[in-house]
């Protein structure tokens, strides 16, 4: 996730393309909350729910091929959370054969 201070809508609209290095979005009040390489691009990406905060997360290259197969970013955001979930699985399974 990432905090925003300030109105986002400009970032926003600029679309989920990757364009601004994480460096020019700190500067425009974007935090990510892990951290990354400044000189890496991304784009700022907004979920929407209804009747929830607007959680705000930082979108990389990856986020964005996946979004040229299905264009919404809930599902690009859903992927990305599977294969966290995965790599956690995977994981957890190395360390307790060790």
């Given at each position: 996730p990432a905090r925003v201070n300030g109105?986002?809508?400009a970032l926003i609209a600029a679309g989920i393309r990757p364009v601004q290095t994480v460096r020019e979005l700190v500067s425009q009040g974007v935090f990510a909350s892990a951290a990354s390489d400044g000189n890496r691009q991304a784009a700022l990406?907004?979920?929407?729910?209804?009747?929830e905060t607007t959680e705000y997360w930082l979108g990389f290259d990856n986020f964005?091929?996946?979004?040229?197969?299905?264009r919404s970013s809930f599902y690009a955001m859903s992927v990305f959370q599977l294969a966290e979930a995965i790599r956690e699985v995977r994981n957890n399974r190395l360390a307790a054969t060790r």
């Open positions: 109105d986002p809508a990406i907004d979920l929407e729910t209804p009747g964005y091929v996946i979004t040229r197969y299905n």
